[in-house]
């Protein structure tokens, strides 16, 4: 359930996770980040924030990285939005 995995990821310190524990990271686009030397969620969350947090950049980032969809993009840049109003 998406929207499980969403509150899962934004309640949970970020820690070691997988990059596929990202919401809208699922195992096709986890394998690519993995093998572009992103295999942790807080790698990915480094990225966000290296943008300033820039909704556009992230997003086109995936889409460059991955080929990510629109929702997909969407589903992790509001994770990693959220995990950081509530974590830092």
Partial sequence: NLKNKH??????PMGNRSVRDV????????????EKG???ADQ????YLKRGRDQGQ????????????AKQQRDAYNGMREWTDNNM
């Fill in 23 to 34: 919401p809208g990271i699922g195992p096709a686009h986890g394998r690519t980040l993995e």
């Fill in 38 to 40: 992103m295999p942790r």
């Fill in 7 to 12: 509150q899962g990821f934004v309640s949970e």
């Fill in 58 to 69: 992230f997003k086109d980032n995936l889409k460059n990285t991955t080929g990510a969809n």
């Fill in 44 to 47: 990915l969350l480094g990225d």
